[in-house]
């Protein structure tokens, strides 16, 4: 009688252990999946900045250079760009900070 508790217990506690284990994939699987993506392109005197993630993001902050530009919650819907004017430099570092209703992120692009 008391084989079959500690051995019913400890079937239990594996079983338990492994579902946790389980759940804990899938919350970084969904969250990898909805995390909002970031491409940066360069075209010509344009900064492209497109949002290819599975929800909206919205833009906090772009520093050229060393040069911080405010963007103060431009919202760039899935799919869709944000072009920025930028001059006839050679080589440029962009850094973008954005966030979602989840977190904060930040991207660096040199470019």
């Known amino acids: 009688m008391a084989i079959t508790l500690i051995v ?3 079937l239990v506690s594996i079983t338990l252990f492994q579902m946790a284990k389980s759940v804990k994939l899938r919350n970084k699987m969904l969250f990898q999946s909805s995390r909002p993506y970031l491409v940066c392109l360069r075209n010509q005197q344009q900064l492209e900045i497109r949002n290819i993630g599975q929800i909206p993001i919205k833009l906090d902050q772009l520093i050229i250079d060393q040069e911080t530009i405010p963007l103060d919650g431009k919202i760039i819907p899935i799919g869709q760009s ?16 954005y966030h979602d209703d989840i977190g904060q992120y930040e991207n660096n692009f040199p470019l």
């Open 82 to 97: 944000f072009f920025y004017n930028i001059g006839p430099n050679s080589a440029i570092n962009a850094l973008i900070k």
């Open 8 to 10: 019913g217990t400890i």
